[in-house]
Each structure stands twice: as C-alpha cells, then as structure tokens.
C-alpha cells in the first residue's frame, strides 16, 4: 500500500450538482473495493440520493465518498427523521483517516439542530467494516452482540426501512438484504480479510448475521443519531455540527 497523507476534508454536495466525472470518479472508487459494481445500478441508486460526502485529495480528486438520503423509506410527517447511508468506500490509500466520519457526525448534528426531531440511522453492512462502525461509536444500536448494547426497539423500525425500500429483496427471519441481481458485494481479498477476523466477537457476529456477505447480502441495521447515543470519540463530532451556524441551502432540501 502505498504512503499518503490522510488529511482529506469532507465537502457535503447535492447529488445533483456532480459532474458527469464526479460520477464516473465515484464509480471507480466503488470497482476498488467491490465486485459487479454495474454502472447503470450505481448510477440508478445514486438518484435517489439527496446528496453526497466527498472526500478531496490535495489535487482534487476524490479519494472517498458516502451517499445520504433523508427519510426515504416513507416516514414524512412522523416525529423523527431517518437517515440513510448508501454506497460508502474510501480508497485503500487512506483507510485510516477519519474525515468521513467527521463529515458525516457533522452533517447528522446539523440535521438534529435544524428540524429537532428525533434522528435515525439507517445503515445496510455490505462487510465487517461498516458495520463496526456501530460498535465503535454507538452506545446502543440494532443489531448488537451484547445484550446490553442491543437495541431491541429498533429493530421494527429497521424492518419499516427495508420493507418500504427493497420490497422484492428483504428477508425478515434473517435481516439481510438479498439482491437476486448483483448490486455489488466486497472484492475476494477484503472477504478473505473479513474471515481472518473472525475470533473478533464483532465480526464473528457479522458474519454469523450475515453469512452471505461475499455474494452480496447486505445486513441492515440501525442506530439513534443523539449525542447521548454516542462515545466520547463522535460525540464531539456532532456536537460541532449542532453548533454550527446553518449552511442549509434550499437545494439540499431541508427547508
């Protein structure tokens, strides 16, 4: 792996302002770490995506990128909000680094502050990585190895979510999104990385959740965006989000 420098600042865009580059750039990103990533698929679910966390290298060129999208799954006019990420990946030169998390707890404190509504995360688990960033920076969320950190309450809402979302492809008794089309599943190297891991307890959880994670099964999961929810590590994180003074343009759609 090549040595680079991993201070990446995070810019939050409409997904409608990327250029036709920016998409292919993303595209790319997506090839680096997945397998039967189909454009025409990325290109139809980045649409619908409100917007997009990209990451800049000092020449500009993305390195990173998570896709967002609030309340998707049909609950406008409840008394919370959910937010959703999509295809997330951060180039193998600069794992490590934390702008992307930044960016996002940033982006959910400022979601919080401005509707003050009470706010989710929905997450689907394409690998061990992503998920682990529930128990690394939640209290409390669903699925959960330990009882004392397992949100039961949760796991209603996540079904909601992927009920309404992937109709023809949740699978309830196992709580996994199962794709009968490629829709991209982590490359064979990461997979293999993944099951070296397993006497892990989190990612021996994962994968007995979701055995299926090297063909494509996604696991869904779902977490409460307060800082209360939160370890001392993002907490700071969304807080500065919270405390900063709106950026919200009408184009990003939260008048």
């Not at 707890?105 to 979601?111: K, L, P, Q, R, S």
């Not at 688990?125 to 128990?135: I, V």
Request: overall charge neutral; glycine content about 8%; hydrophobic content about 40%.
């Amino acid at each position: 792996m090549t040595s680079v420098s991993r201070a990446l600042p995070s810019e939050l865009v409409p997904q409608k302002g990327l250029s036709a580059d920016d998409v292919r750039r993303l595209h790319v990103l997506m090839e680096t770490c997945y397998d039967h990533v189909s454009y025409e698929l990325f290109i139809k679910d980045l649409a619908h995506k409100d917007w997009v966390l990209l990451l800049r290298d000092s020449f500009g060129i993305i390195q990173g990128f998570s896709t967002l999208a609030l309340n998707p799954c049909g609950v406008k006019g409840a008394d919370y909000d959910i937010l959703y990420s999509g295809d997330t990946v951060i180039h193998p030169d600069h794992w490590g680094g934390q702008a992307l998390v930044r960016g996002f707890f940033n982006t959910a404190g400022e979601i919080l502050a401005k509707r003050r509504k009470r706010l989710y995360w929905y997450l689907l688990s394409k690998g061990h990585r992503t998920y682990m960033y529930l128990p690394l920076f939640f209290k409390r969320y669903f699925p959960a190895a330990e009882p004392s950190r397992h949100w039961g309450e949760g796991g209603k809402l996540t079904a909601l979510c992927s009920e309404q979302l992937f109709p023809d492809s949740w699978l309830p008794s196992s709580g996994v999104i199962h794709f009968n089309e490629h829709h991209g599943q982590v490359n064979a190297t990461l997979a293999e990385n993944t099951r070296r891991r397993s006497r892990h307890p989190q990612v021996d959880f994962f994968l007995r959740k979701n055995p299926g994670f090297d063909e494509g099964d996604e696991l869904a999961c779902l977490a409460e965006l307060a800082p209360e929810n939160l370890h001392h590590r993002v907490r700071g994180m969304m807080k500065e989000g919270m405390e900063k003074s709106s950026i919200w343009k009408e184009a990003l759609c939260l008048a």
